[in-house]
């Protein structure tokens, strides 16, 4: 029989091991394993676990399950069930479904059995993971025949969801198809005690993927090797390994285009490096020149860039130490199997270019998750920039042709393979704080991210669900039964290719998990692009529309989170989301529970000119702020503190047009974001006009935030609506009071905030009974002001919950969407 996950090229024969001498058998159990446990080498893991604690039985795998029946001693059987959990493969999630006794078989051995295919199986994507400490033994051993080759890989690493194209998971079903496998790789796919048993990347040089190296000249490509960029699976002939590619293998070109590519990397010219789940723009991260022509050719003046740095030092840390401050949290981030990049403190001296994070006190880290990176890292010696390989807000481009056509103004030169990506994955983003790892951006490794569903009634969802996100750091979600599916970041919808690229991921995540959506949810914004889509698909389809308003979904999927919390008072503080009311809300306090959220509290509302302008021009909100408070210094503070020197005749015409129509309500609506009061404080605190990144001016006003600084007192009233406002006027003598150093203004404006909070969960429990108090939104993507609150909200007692593993800003929308939704499907 065949199986799914795991099929076999023939019948699969059963492998059996000798039971240890431990006496004899006292009982049978039936055990079964869920999750994702397929494709990732579970099966000869518990063949093994079997053989070390002596026990006798079986284990095979079936509609998306691995069943096991062991016999032997109950302390060994106890012992084989924690094992499945606490011991499993890397790329394993697994969960023990079920255990019960059974009847003894007198069976001597334990065996693999043959895989069962007699049902549908319960289908686990797994992601693609880091180059596992076996393959980097590998990598790095000159005997080995996979010595140095850029895509080795085994069951528990290498590419997973970038490469594969339908179900179930096998090799033709995946772009590693064009790569017929010699006979070498054959027989370790075919052996079961071998760990690329049925790895389905499996690859060596003789019979797969290879590289090429393709400099710039002027505007001008030239091929390092006859022939064009190499086409997906190119060299091979007939589906078998080509006469040509058996005698000159692809590793025979290998160290020479490594070689080209450290040469133009120490050189100072940014390659374009393809990677697992698409490109990167890669430099020396110690050359200042090389990391402002990358920024200038990007477009690209202030958002931080992202070092990869070698694994060196016992715990492979050493590089990174060299350069940042790590704690456990950062250290554990670091190393896992995700392999994030985390934001970390940087160490003084800074000795890498200043250019990386300017401003800031953080740096992105993280370390090589492929056997290429490793190979370039340890040719190079020292950490390089590895930054998205794409146009500002889109989706990392993953294509070779459309690389060099695209990114041809950026990159010096172009390290392409012929291994096709089927679908991008973005890194993945982390951020410690709070004492846990908290997920900024979903990505490679740790998407598409597989949930369950919080038990409701009547407890599984009678109608598979599509949730669409918002319009920034997309991502979409489908659930069905008790399961949800959250994907991979997809970016800003503002371009064709960001569409395009949702509409890929819409379309895979229902084939690959072979499940059609038949009601859509979406942010209740009606200019955003994932909702128009919504609303286009639910009307050609005949499916039910379900809109989410932003800061319920923001509630929502802090809820789906925590479902031991039933009673929730959820702050969700962010740039902007439509309000009920056709408001931009960004600063609420709702109470209730998924489905059934009251709003009990927000800020005093301020008009903003401008529109969408608002947030990239920090000085709208400011100047805001300071005629809706008729701020005595207001009209000359902005005038002299926000105008740049020599553009005072222009930016003042400007300026007069931005306050007769915030004057007459022209293009302005009502904010009570929190967001928006962040920006303004960054442009009177910071002189932060404009920003060329979303949250600039938040995150340098974090950066430079001082210690041990004291709140202002902001007031509390109801509304008309029984609504409480936190007025944010008293901030502004302070903000705007220059004889104060900015770092003390930005410590009073955190403190502040935080204090607001809590004056906030006061007032309200006073009235409304609640469990705990959770944190969600972009504006807690801030370490200062959410670690001020946590230890606030502490010392009074009150249980804090905060995001992990989905984003708190707009990455977690559609999570939440679903989860909002859940009772109304």
Same mark, same amino acid.
């Given at each position: 029989m065949r199986c799914r996950t795991e099929p076999c090229s023939g019948p699969e024969p059963p492998i059996a091991a000798e039971a240890a001498p431990t006496g004899v058998a006292t009982e049978a159990r039936d055990i079964v394993v869920t999750g994702r446990v397929q494709g990732v080498g579970f099966r000869p893991f518990v063949y093994r676990t079997a053989h070390e604690l002596g026990l006798a039985g079986t284990v095979l795998n079936g509609s998306g399950k691995v069943f096991i029946h062991a016999e032997g001693p109950a302390a060994q059987l106890d012992q084989l069930e924690r094992a499945l959990v606490q011991q499993a493969p890397p790329l394993a999630r697994p969960r023990l479904a079920s255990s019960a006794a059974a009847t003894l078989s007198g069976a001597t051995t334990f065996a693999i059995l043959a895989s069962d295919a007699a049902s549908e199986p319960e289908i686990h994507l797994p992601p693609d993971l880091f180059t596992c400490d076996a393959c980097l033994a590998e990598l790095t051993a000159p005997a080995e025949r996979r010595y140095g080759y850029p895509f080795i890989n085994c069951t528990q690493c290498g590419p997973r969801y970038t490469i594969i194209t339908a179900m179930p998971y096998d090799r033709p079903n995946t772009s590693m198809t064009g790569f017929p496998l010699c006979d070498a790789c054959r027989a370790e796919y075919e052996s079961p005690l071998d760990r690329r048993f049925h790895a389905q990347p499996l690859a060596c040089p003789v019979c797969g993927p290879r590289l090429e190296f393709v400099p710039v000249v002027g505007a001008n490509l030239v091929r390092d090797r006859r022939g064009p960029i190499p086409?997906?699976? #190119?060299?091979? %002939?007939?589906?078998?390994?080509?006469?040509?590619?058996?005698?000159?293998?692809?590793?025979?070109?290998?160290?020479?285009?490594?070689?080209?590519?450290?040469?133009?990397?120490?050189?100072?010219?940014?390659?374009?490096?393809?990677?697992?789940?698409?490109?990167?723009?890669?430099?020396?991260?110690?050359?200042?020149?090389?990391?402002?022509?990358?920024?200038?050719?990007?477009?690209?003046?202030?958002?931080?860039?992202?070092?990869?740095?070698?694994?060196?030092?016992? $715990? @492979?840390?050493?590089?990174?130490?060299?350069?940042?401050?790590?704690?456990? /949290?950062?250290? *554990?981030?670091?190393?896992?199997?995700?392999?994030?990049?985390?934001?970390?403190?940087?160490?003084?001296?800074?000795? /890498?270019?200043?250019?990386?994070?300017?401003?800031?006190?953080?740096?992105? *880290?993280?370390?090589?998750?492929?056997? !290429?990176?490793?190979?370039?890292?340890?040719?190079?010696?020292?950490? !390089?920039?590895?930054?998205?390989?794409?146009?500002?807000?889109?989706?990392?481009?993953?294509?070779?042709?459309e690389a060099q056509l695209r990114l041809a103004g950026i990159a010096d030169a172009f390290l392409h393979h012929d291994r096709p990506i089927v679908r991008p994955a973005d890194d993945p983003v982390v951020r410690p704080m709070a004492g846990a790892v908290r997920t900024l951006r979903l990505g490679r490794g740790l998407a598409p991210l597989e949930l369950e569903l919080p038990a409701t009634e009547p407890g599984r969802l009678p109608r598979p669900l599509l949730a669409t996100g918002g319009h920034l750091k997309v991502t979409v979600a489908l659930a069905w039964d008790r399961r949800v599916v959250v994907s991979p970041h997809i970016g800003e919808l503002d371009s064709p290719r960001s569409n395009d690229v949702f509409n890929q991921v819409v379309c895979d995540l229902q084939s690959l998990y072979g499940v059609t959506a038949e009601?859509?949810?979406? $942010?209740?914004?009606?200019?955003?692009?994932?909702?128009?889509? #919504?609303?286009?698909?639910?009307?050609?389809?005949?499916? =039910? !529309?379900?809109?989410?308003?932003?800061?319920?979904?923001? +509630?929502?999927?802090?809820? @789906? %989170?925590?479902?031991?919390?039933?009673?929730?008072?959820?702050?969700?503080?962010?740039?902007?989301?439509? @309000?009920?009311?056709?408001?931009?809300?960004?600063?609420?306090?709702?109470?209730?529970?998924?489905?059934?959220? !009251?709003?009990? +509290?927000?800020?005093?509302?301020?008009?903003?000119?401008?529109?969408?302008? *608002?947030?990239?021009?920090?000085?709208?909100?400011?100047?805001a702020l300071l005629w809706e408070a008729g701020s005595p210094v207001g009209a000359n503070f902005v005038r002299d503190r926000l105008v740049p020197a020599g553009q005072d005749r222009e930016q003042g015409s400007l300026l007069q047009l931005a306050h007769d129509?915030?004057? &007459?309500?022209?293009?302005?609506?009502?904010?009570?974001?929190?967001?928006?009061?962040?920006?303004?404080?960054?442009?009177?605190?910071?002189?932060?006009?404009?920003?060329?990144?979303? @949250? =600039?001016?938040?995150?340098?006003?974090?950066?430079?935030?001082?210690?041990?600084?004291?709140?202002?007192?902001?007031?509390?009233?109801?509304?008309? =609506?029984?609504?409480?406002?936190?007025?944010?006027?008293?901030?502004?003598?302070?903000?705007?009071?220059?004889?104060? *150093?900015?770092?003390?203004?930005?410590?009073?404006?955190?403190?502040? /905030?935080?204090?607001?909070?809590?004056?906030?969960?006061?007032?309200?429990?006073?009235?409304?009974?609640? $469990?705990?108090?959770? /944190?969600?939104?972009?504006?807690? =993507?801030? &370490?200062?002001?959410?670690?001020?609150?946590v230890a606030r909200l502490g010392q009074a007692g009150i249980d804090v919950r905060l995001h992990e593993a989905v984003p708190a800003n707009d990455g977690g929308l559609s999570f939440g969407q679903v989860i909002e939704t859940m009772r109304k499907v």
């Open positions: 086409e997906q699976g #190119a060299g091979y %002939e007939g589906g078998a390994v080509s006469p040509k590619a058996k005698k000159n293998p692809p590793s025979a070109v290998a160290p020479s285009v490594l070689h080209k590519t450290i040469a133009a990397l120490r050189s100072g010219q940014v390659v374009a490096v393809k990677g697992v789940g698409g490109y990167h723009l890669v430099c020396d991260a110690a050359n200042d020149g090389a990391v402002r022509r990358l920024r200038e050719r990007k477009l690209r003046p202030h958002k931080p860039l992202a070092v990869m740095f070698p694994l060196r030092g016992a $715990d @492979g840390l050493d590089a990174v130490r060299e350069h940042l401050r790590l704690d456990a /949290l950062c250290a *554990a981030a670091l190393l896992d199997p995700a392999r994030p990049i985390v934001l970390a403190p940087m160490a003084a001296p800074f000795r /890498l270019s200043p250019s990386l994070a300017p401003g800031l006190a953080e740096l992105g *880290a993280f370390l090589p998750y492929s056997p !290429l990176h490793h190979e370039l890292l340890a040719g190079f010696g020292g950490p !390089l920039v590895a930054t998205s390989g794409n146009l500002s807000g889109e989706p990392v481009i993953t294509d070779n042709a009601v859509i949810a979406c $942010d209740l914004h009606p200019g955003y692009a994932s909702t128009r889509w #919504a609303r286009a698909r639910a009307h050609d389809r005949g499916l =039910q !529309l379900i809109p989410v308003q932003h800061h319920a979904a923001h +509630a929502a999927a802090l809820a @789906g %989170e925590h479902p031991d919390v039933a009673r929730w008072l959820v702050f969700a503080w962010d740039g902007v989301g439509y @309000g009920d009311d056709g408001g931009l809300w960004g600063g609420e306090a709702l109470a209730g529970r998924p489905g059934a959220w !009251l709003r009990r +509290a927000s800020f005093r509302p301020f008009r903003l000119a401008g529109g969408d302008r *608002a947030g990239r021009e920090p000085w709208r909100s400011a100047a129509a915030w004057q &007459k309500g022209i293009n302005t609506h009502e904010s009570s974001a929190v967001g928006r009061l962040f920006d303004a404080a960054a442009a009177l605190v910071l002189g932060r006009q404009t920003a060329s990144f979303e @949250g =600039q001016g938040p995150m340098e006003l974090e950066a430079i935030a001082a210690e041990g600084c004291l709140p202002l007192s902001l007031p509390l009233a109801a509304d008309g =609506q029984g609504v409480l406002r936190s007025d944010w006027a008293p901030l502004l003598a302070t903000l705007t009071n220059v004889a104060i *150093a900015p770092a003390e203004r930005a410590g009073i404006f955190h403190e502040t /905030l935080a204090q607001a909070l809590l004056d906030q969960v006061v007032a309200i429990r006073a009235t409304t009974a609640f $469990d705990a108090v959770g /944190l969600s939104g972009g504006v807690f =993507q801030n &370490k200062r002001l959410t670690e001020r609150v």
